[in-house]
């Protein structure tokens, strides 16, 4: 057999391969309606330093850095598409209809506040018999972080392509999102964890770290109104993608560069 027929061969094996290991590796519960809830991937225990860990990214918001011991739970693999929220809509669950400029229903859906992503996941929920929610914000920095204490979960610095955000060398930069998986995954499997766009938190806005728990659950606090967002976006500056960065909005706001992903618990 020639060396090329073996290649291809060897190829194809390595792919069945890693295809069959992510389905090992992941879930998709089913829809009572029909259909399949979003790929969950699973996050393991551990425990981390949520915060500043450089000068770079310490401000009054990211301080005092604490350790936060997270237990295992699910997370979508990528951000909530436009395809997934029409699924919600279409029940009559989901009240609002996420604009579609582009017409792609695989980029992430925005123009859905916080109180809106609560409709959705409640209506995972009864869909599955599972309980689908928001991450919580120490939640989320763990798995941006996957492991590493960089500013980036691939290092400290932007290279070209590696995220869509403002000058970051994607073609979808300052323009719109991106589809989703259309950058690599971090250690944990996750895609899109830096940039493309901003991810709602189940957490109330806080000024700082100064009694946030440790325990991994959502911050919360009375007549809360801001929300904690996540991940920088298509049309932010690289320095708001760190994985210690933070930011808020009221929990109505709809904007075109605000998404959310959901998690769930094991069970």
């Given amino acids: 057999m020639k060396k090329t027929a073996l290649l291809i061969i060897f190829i194809h094996l390595l792919s069945a391969c890693n295809s069959s290991k992510e389905n090992e590796n992941t879930i998709t519960d089913n829809l009572a309606s029909g259909g399949k809830a979003p790929r969950m991937t699973p996050i393991p225990a551990g425990s981390f330093t949520m915060g500043c860990l450089q000068k770079k990214d310490c401000n009054r918001s990211t301080l005092p850095a604490h350790k936060v011991t997270i237990p295992a739970f699910f997370a979508s ?13 279409q029940s009559g669950a989901c009240l609002h209809k996420a604009a579609n ?32 929610r928001l991450l919580s914000e120490a939640e989320w920095e763990y798995v941006a972080r996957a492991g590493t204490k960089s500013l980036f979960w691939w290092g400290d610095t932007m290279e070209q392509n590696q995220a869509n955000c403002l000058k970051c060398g994607s073609r979808w ?9 259309s950058f690599a995954a971090n250690p944990f499997g996750l895609f899109d964890t830096h940039g493309n766009v901003w991810e709602w938190t189940q957490d109330c806005w806080h000024n700082d770290y100064q009694q946030a728990p440790n325990d991994g659950s959502s911050w919360q606090s009375e007549n809360c109104k801001y929300r904690v967002i996540r991940s920088g976006s298509y049309f932010g500056e690289a320095t ?26 094991i069970d």
């Avoid at 409709?119 to 599972?130: A, D, F």
């Fill in 173 to 181: 930069d300052e323009k719109q999102p991106a589809p989703i998986k």
């Fill in 101 to 132: 400029e582009f017409d792609d229903d695989s980029l992430p859906v925005t123009n859905v506040s916080w109180k809106d992503t609560q409709k959705y996941t409640e209506w995972l929920s009864n869909q599955t018999g599972k309980k689908y």
């Fill in 77 to 89: 693999q990528s951000e909530i598409t436009i395809a997934q929220w029409q699924q919600c809509y």
């Fill in 240 to 265: 708001s993608m760190y994985s210690s960065n933070r930011n808020s909005t009221t929990d109505d706001k709809r904007l075109s560069n605000i998404g959310f992903r959901v998690a769930r618990g």
